[in-house]
């Protein structure tokens, strides 16, 4: 069931929280709304649940107009990041809460809830209460119950933000492949941009009550539409644009750390930098530098590239940028520069 | 309440310094006392114990106290949660200061609230007053009774309430929402069924609190037998008139129904720390 967002707002006093976003998301696909804390994602997730109402705006979900309905008529799953269990209620009677609601007869809902425990591997503990379980467990509790009453689109705020790191991480993987089995949309919430690539196939970055660009996790990666979004997905060094205005390039550049060349032989293009800090990050060598002694600076490179590197004994290294990005006029598309057009000033 | 439970710590920890100063302490203050009165009442015999205990106006005096308080307790169970529920949910002006106004039961002395009382609802009272021309008196009747139990008794339900409420998380409410249920069923299903433990203990331990008053009733009521006089009142006029027979006898009866309130409330809060635990 696809989602369309139109045109929507929502302010919270003097604090624009979503500013005009319009959102189309295709039936069955997994999205993530990325972004810092106050971007507007969870705002948004919640207006399109019916627990936000937007100021001004319109929501369609499966051609349905959804704007004046109440979260209880919209058929959504909402999953929240602190789990919202039913504390008195078993795990089973958590999951059938909403066929009882729907006054399904008993046989039907037993069976539908025993689907759902094996479906969340976790037929065994259906009998205890969600203080009995872990975090991972709750949340997949969370997770069959909003299911259980098979919503046409799934929404989950955050679904892994109150869990530790190995569980978060056999949870997403968990998540993905529950995606492929049962196939509803569904939209997540996330501040951590490692898990919005891993899980999502597409990825909405959000800044301010602003959609910044829409797009797979490859293409955010690698043609991203704006600043905002080169340095909220991925590492990235800045070279800001006083360091070469002289040659008619008023734009700050952008580089990857690993879009980048180490050597000792200066070249019209190279820029000299010292080397502060050698960071061993397992197959991965970080090397902190000091562009021009001024700029700090990250390259990485593998531990071939690094042996092959000869270090001279002054400290001193030529970098050479591959793959620099600039933004003339934050236009929609970036600019890819050909490696000459930086010199240093 | 002493707690017979066999101990898992070794036998010696049993005369530890703690564990000894609780039970003498207890001793002196609540079960000597209470033996006392029971040894008394029952150095009469069974059958003349009986006899005094089940005067017509000792039951009328019981049937006053315990069901008045059961009133007024179940009276507050509901306005104590609805007041409760405002002071955690809403946010108003003056909000502090009504909250502090709860406990006015507990701070005032009880006669200081039985002459407010007096004073509002009798027939020239504020309240009394407008109510008098259709011929229903309140003070120095039955209602009047149930009014000062209902003001002594407010703040057990709110206070025991209001810690719960606070730790409820509202997420919950929107997640039964999202699930289908309509405001009324995510009160019913969702929101209730944890507070009630909080809400039973508030209402039982109002009960016995309004099971014991005495100096509020005394002066909204007429404490005439056999229509407005409760048992506490009894036992002090049989003491005037030198009935110390009389008097141990319904005061042993009060102290066991009391007793019994107690146990009650005790019950009450281990499945609410059961349900709690969840």
Redesign the interface.
């Known amino acids: 069931m696809s989602i369309i967002v139109e045109n929507i707002s929502k302010q919270f006093g003097q604090f624009q929280a979503l500013d005009r976003v319009s959102l189309t998301i295709p039936d069955g696909k997994l999205v993530a709304l990325l972004g810092p804390s106050g971007s507007g994602k969870s705002t948004l997730l919640r207006a399109i649940a019916g627990l936000e109402p937007p100021d001004q705006g319109r929501i369609w979900i499966n051609d349905q107009d959804m704007t004046h309905l109440n979260v209880e008529q919209r058929q959504i799953g909402f999953v929240f990041q602190h789990y919202a269990l039913f504390k008195h209620l078993t795990v089973r009677q958590n999951i059938a809460f909403g066929l009882e609601i729907r006054k399904i007869n008993r046989p039907d809902i037993r069976q539908r809830v025993n689907e759902l425990l094996d479906l969340i591997q976790l037929a065994g503990l259906g009998d205890r209460y969600p203080i009995q379980l872990s975090g991972g467990q709750r949340q997949r509790v969370a997770l069959a119950r909003a299911l259980a009453v098979q919503p046409q689109v799934l929404l989950l705020d955050e679904p892994f933000g109150a869990l530790d790191a190995q569980v978060r991480k056999d949870l997403r993987r968990w998540l993905r492949n529950l995606h492929h089995e049962v196939n509803v949309t569904s939209v997540f919430v996330t501040h951590d941009q490692e898990e919005a690539m891993e899980v999502a196939d597409e990825i909405v970055v959000m800044n301010e009550g602003k959609i910044e660009q829409i797009g797979s996790p490859q293409t955010i990666y690698d043609y991203p539409a704006t600043p905002f979004v080169m340095k909220f997905v991925g590492e990235v060094n800045v070279i800001p644009s006083f360091l070469h205005q002289p040659q008619g390039l008023p734009h700050d550049i952008f580089v990857r750390p690993h879009g980048v060349k180490l050597q000792t032989q200066v070249t019209d293009t190279s820029i000299p930098a010292k080397i502060i800090q050698i960071i061993h990050r397992g197959r991965d060598i970080y090397l902190e530098l000091s562009l021009l002694d001024r700029i700090p600076f990250m390259a990485q490179m593998n531990r071939d590239e690094w042996q092959a590197l000869t270090m001279p004994a002054d400290q001193w290294v030529q970098v050479e940028l591959l793959q620099p990005i600039t933004f003339p006029q934050a236009s929609a598309s970036p600019h890819r520069l050909p490696a000459d057009s930086v010199t240093a000033a | 309440m002493l707690n017979f439970l066999p101990l898992s710590s070794p036998q010696a920890r049993r005369w530890s310094w703690p564990w000894v100063i609780t039970l003498g302490y207890l001793s002196v203050m609540l079960i000597l006392p209470a033996i006392a009165l029971i040894q008394k009442s029952l150095s009469l015999g069974f059958s003349e114990f009986w006899q005094i205990a089940t005067q017509p106006m000792a039951l009328s005096a019981y049937n006053v106290t315990f069901l008045t308080a059961l009133a007024a307790a179940g009276v507050n169970g509901v306005m104590g949660t609805v007041i409760a529920w405002v002071l955690v949910r809403y946010d108003f002006p003056g909000r502090r200061i009504v909250d502090a106004l709860v406990d006015l039961p507990f701070a005032l002395p009880t006669a200081v609230a039985g002459l407010a009382l007096a004073t509002v609802y009798s027939d020239r009272g504020w309240v009394g007053s407008w109510f008098a021309p259709l011929g229903v008196k309140i003070a120095y009747t039955r209602l009047g009774v149930f009014l000062a139990m209902v003001f002594i008794s407010l703040p057990f339900v709110v206070r025991t309430l209001q810690p719960v409420l606070q730790a409820m998380?509202t997420?919950?409410e929107?997640?039964?929402?999202?699930?289908?249920?309509?405001p009324g069923?995510v009160f019913r299903?969702?929101i209730l069924?944890?507070l009630m433990p909080p809400i039973l203990t508030g209402v039982a331990l109002g009960f016995s609190r309004a099971v014991g008053e005495y100096g509020s009733v005394v002066l909204i009521a007429s404490s005439m037998p056999f229509r407005d006089l409760i048992a506490p009142v009894l036992v002090f006029q049989r003491l005037e008139q030198y009935d110390y027979a009389g008097a141990t006898v319904v005061g042993t009866v009060l102290l066991l129904g009391s007793l019994a309130a107690l146990l009650v409330i005790n019950r009450l809060q281990q499945w609410g720390r059961y349900?709690a635990?969840?």
């Open positions: 998380e997420e919950v929107a997640a039964a929402r999202s699930l289908g249920a309509t069923q299903r969702v069924p944890p349900y635990s969840r």
